[in-house]
């Protein structure tokens, strides 16, 4: 009987033996698909080249504060919006139907440089004083037509100069003004009508 009982015992323990490796196998039969599927799918994307796709892409600093924002929105115009660290808008740049604008020191109403490109090629520079108030405005219209102005700490017109056309020889005129708008000075200065022959 001794030797019956060791007989069982060493098929019991054989038999354990093959129950464990068959539960490791089972696990390996999960495992090899699973890491497979993953190959197959970094393979895919390595093919593809890297990119992420989404309406919108924001940045938080360590604080968990948004500082930058990418973002497509309903009208089709694109933006990338930057904020200081206290959550100010600092600078903007928008794509539009009416054209590119960047926008410095604020959001685009109240900003203290601002940049625009608008679809017919007409470029312009604003810049405004602390007070956000307009001060310099550089233009240059698809046509060709120069424009320079300056304003007072009000935000009157007070210097202009302009240049029409690009041609060589382009009528260009620089105006000054008072405090009320008024001109007060233009160069060149407008001719005299021709007097009438005497009779």
């Known amino acids: 009987m001794t030797g019956q009982t060791t007989d069982l015992d060493a098929i019991l ?3 354990e033996r093959l129950e464990r490796q068959n539960r490791r196998l089972r696990r390996g039969w999960i495992v090899v698909p699973v890491l497979l599927a993953a190959g197959l799918l970094f393979h895919s994307n390595a093919q593809q ?4 796709q989404a309406e919108e892409f924001i940045v938080i600093d360590s604080g968990n504060k948004p500082r930058a924002a990418l973002s497509w929105r309903a009208d089709g115009s694109v933006g990338l ?14 794509v539009t139907a ?3 604008t960047l926008a410095m020191g604020g959001d685009q109403a109240k900003s203290r440089a601002l940049i625009e490109v608008l679809p017919d090629g007409t470029a312009k520079i604003a810049l ?3 007070s956000k108030k307009p001060r310099c405005v550089v233009a240059l219209a698809a046509s060709g037509d120069n424009f320079v102005g300056l304003n007072d700490g009000q935000g009157t017109l007070r210097a202009a100069m302009f240049v029409q056309g690009s041609a ?4 260009a005129s620089i105006n000054l003004f008072d405090a009320t708008a008024k001109q007060i000075y233009l160069i060149p200065k407008p001719k005299e009508p021709a007097a009438a022959p005497k009779k």
Do not use: C, M, Y
């Open 128 to 130: 405004a004083d602390a």
């Open 81 to 94: 919006g930057l904020t200081d660290p206290s959550g100010n808008k600092v600078a903007g740049l928008d």
């Open 168 to 171: 060589p020889e382009a009528p």
């Open 13 to 15: 323990q054989r038999l």
């Open 98 to 100: 009416t054209g590119i």
């Open 49 to 52: 080249g890297r990119s992420i």
